[in-house]
């Protein structure tokens, strides 16, 4: 489980968390939407471990983030743009990430094999395509096995094939029970993907709930038009109309009243 309570983050004057509270149960897809700049980055980073919160809390299956890195190794992460080192070769990174986790890779040939980068395991970084560096990147996120997986904007750059291939294996992923995290402004994509949604606008959560819920409450069909009636309309769901379901015992989980 992923708890997170009263989170805020500046960078100089500019406020991106604005005290921010949730708790995600394990084994949940979920789908992190908004408008460029609503801080679901800074977010995904602040739980990697990778920004500093000005104040707040954040425990990540029990442990609580405070200088603390062990629970990294629960942790797969595929970022949007991922900088590697141009020279190195793709076998010698992949060997070079898991000198680094000392952990086994459990699936890297089957990964290898999936995303059909056997041909691109020679070659220098710098002389790969963009989708085959996506296609090394969820490689990199998914071959230790870890349990709780992060994907920002994952197709991005890739071809229908490789977008296809890269969707049935987060759905295996999703079915052996990982807990996953999605962000993308392609809403067909997590319609597919996951089944419940965090909609942040401004720094704020503004929904945290099912999917469905979010569809009916806005009597809409899409997910697309969904949120962006939340984005036409700031005061709908904002902090004051949610409320936690009565249908769960999870806690923080929220639905628009």
Known sequence: MIEIKDLKKSFGDLQVLKGMNIAIPKGQATGIVGPNGAGKTTLIKTILGLVKPDSGTLHVNGTRLNGDWL????IGYMPQVARYP???RVYELLNFIKGLRDQEAVYEQELIEQFNLQSELEKPLRTLSGGNRQKI???????FNPDILFFDEPTAGLDPRSSHKFKLRVKKEREEGKTIFITSHIMSELEQLVDHVIFILDGNIRYYGTMSDLLEHS???????????LMDEPMYGTGSELKQSEETTSPLKMELA
């Open 137 to 143: 990147g969820a490689t990199l996120a998914m071959m």
């Open 71 to 74: 629970y990294r190794r629960d």
């Open 86 to 88: 141009e020279n190195m």
């Open 219 to 229: 009597q809409e069909d899409r997910l697309e038009a969904a949120i962006a009636r």
